[in-house]
């Protein structure tokens, strides 16, 4: 079946304008995550949603980073007044159930977002 | 809080033989995961292995194993008979199953960029 896809695949964007990306997760995981992966380092969790409960919102780096989940599937990241420092990639993963001792995750493709 | 640590930012190796990635971690969980992911130019991530640290037995999946040592806090990757297909970006990460839940707060390495040549 189809994997998580992410769109779009690049977006480049001018310092305070807002973007949003957005992520299609595998049919029928309830579990949904964002990372932030800048460049040449490792990835930094972002949000966890989980079905019907409120996200983990711990990782996001701002109050200009927000995210959210309609009908349990597709999900969109918002950034506004975007900043120089916010150029990164941004990958998507979704699992079966929120656990990934026995439900590993499936990332997409990522975002790559330049801010000029 | 967890924290990984990948000490080889590059590595190279000739088709066909075996390297060997490290990593460290520091956990203050009794029960957690390891993971290594692959991230070739796509950008896709790719579970490569993982390991339960309550089991003793080191993880093998085909031509990728692992030496876990729980007491060094160690999770090496090694990559036995490497393959053109094999050069990617090589993450090491950690999950801490914390009150007996766990979910994808994946913490990871800085990445290792592995180079196979032919």
């Known amino acids: 079946g189809a994997g998580v896809s992410q769109s779009p695949s690049n977006k480049v964007t001018e310092k305070g304008k807002d973007v949003e990306l957005r992520c299609d997760p595998i049919s029928g995981h309830t579990a949904l995550y964002w990372y932030r992966q800048s460049l040449g380092q490792g990835l930094e969790f972002l949000i966890y949603?989980?079905?019907?409960?409120?996200?983990?919102k711990s990782g996001l780096p701002s109050d200009r980073f927000s995210a959210e989940r309609t009908g349990g599937s597709v999900s969109t990241l918002t950034i506004q007044r975007t900043q120089q420092e916010d150029s990164a990639v941004y990958l998507c993963?979704?699992?079966?159930?929120?656990?990934?001792?026995?439900?590993?995750?499936?990332f997409g493709n990522g975002t790559r977002l330049t801010v000029t | 809080a967890q924290t990984v640590t990948q000490s080889q930012p590059e590595m190279s190796v000739q088709e066909a033989e075996t390297v060997t990635l490290s990593c460290t971690y520091d956990t203050s969980e009794s029960n957690y995961y390891l993971f290594w992911y692959k991230q070739p130019p796509s950008r896709q991530m790719i579970l490569v292995i993982r390991?339960?640290?309550?089991?003793?037995q080191n993880a093998t999946e085909n031509r990728f194993s692992v030496n876990f040592q729980k007491a060094a806090k160690s999770f090496s990757l090694k990559i036995s008979d490497s393959q053109l297909g094999d050069t990617a970006m090589y993450f090491c990460?950690?999950?801490?199953?914390?009150?007996?839940?766990?979910?994808?707060?994946?913490?990871f390495g800085q990445g290792t960029i592995l180079t196979v040549h032919p």
């Open positions: 390991q339960e640290a309550y089991k003793q």
């Open positions: 990460a950690s999950l801490a199953n914390a009150g007996g839940t766990s979910y994808g707060k994946l913490t």
């Open positions: 949603f989980q079905g019907n409960s409120a996200p983990d």
């Open positions: 993963a979704s699992s079966l159930v929120g656990g990934t001792a026995n439900s590993p995750l499936h």
